[in-house]
């Protein structure tokens, strides 16, 4: 079984200050983790995605994330925040499984400041 | 760029009804999948569905619910009798190929609001 936890419902940043949103996971195998983003009333995008290999990920956008197995955390950043960076975004984990259902966390809302 | 489409965006209807939601998947994905998100909680699977059949199913696809592929290019979420808690947003998604390293694409969802 896996799970998700996202600390923070919401963050708050000013524009140009670093981004961090924080995942946790756990996961009976070697996760595959992922960072969705969330426009209003818009679907889920993939902004990167953990598989194998480099544990740091870069993604769309300027987001990066960094997978640490001793810390099972998953967090995403970015260096200088965007007004059109404000956004629900997701943590997920992959299933124990061959498929792809998707365990998520409860999500994020990133507010950016003028 | 394909993109998962899904209709209505919105609907409303009264408890004990049935509703169908609809879902046109990526034209060359084999890997279709519903996730719904009630207000204010996580994105939960509700089943995924390959080759005509349901491959996986959460506990909450409980016997009101039920998928179709009934041409080449719908994917159909239905439930037969709603109840007040099957308000939510529904999620479609598609991808390519089996595997935990698929990206899955989803659509923008269909509100349902059970009254």
């Known amino acids: 079984a896996q799970s998700v936890t996202q600390l923070g419902s919401h963050v708050s940043v000013s524009e140009g200050a670093l981004v961090l949103l924080r995942c946790n996971y756990s996961?009976?195998?070697?996760?595959?983790l992922f960072w969705y983003v969330q426009y209003p009333n818009q679907g889920l995008q993939l902004l990167l995605k953990?598989?194998?290999?480099?544990?740091l990920v870069k993604g769309i956008n300027g987001f990066e994330a960094e997978f640490k197995k001793s810390e099972t955390s998953f967090h995403l950043t970015k260096p200088s925040a965007h007004m059109s960076d404000a956004a629900e975004y997701v943590c997920?984990?992959?299933?124990?499984?061959?498929?792809?259902?998707?365990?998520f966390g409860g999500g994020t809302r990133l507010m950016v400041k003028p | 760029e394909p993109e998962v489409t899904q209709t209505p965006s919105h609907q409303v209807t009264q408890m004990g009804q049935e509703v169908i939601l609809r879902c046109v998947p990526i034209?060359?994905?084999?890997?279709f999948y519903w996730y719904r998100q009630i207000l204010g909680q996580k994105v939960e699977f509700l089943v995924s569905?390959?080759?005509?059949?349901?491959?996986?199913k959460s506990e909450i696809f409980d016997d009101q619910f039920s998928v179709e592929r009934p041409d080449g290019s719908n994917f159909t979420l239905k439930i037969r009798s709603t109840k007040l808690e099957d308000s939510a947003m529904y999620f479609c998604?598609?991808?390519?190929?089996?595997?935990?390293?698929?990206?899955?694409?989803f659509g923008e969802g269909s509100r349902l609001t059970v009254l």
């Open positions: 034209s060359n994905h084999l890997y």
């Open positions: 569905f390959y080759n005509n059949e349901i491959s996986e």
């Open positions: 997920a984990v992959s299933g124990d499984n061959a498929g792809n259902m998707l365990t």
């Open positions: 998604a598609s991808t390519p190929g089996q595997g935990r390293t698929g990206e899955l694409f």
């Open positions: 953990y598989t194998t290999g480099a544990t």
């Open positions: 996961s009976s195998v070697p996760p595959y």
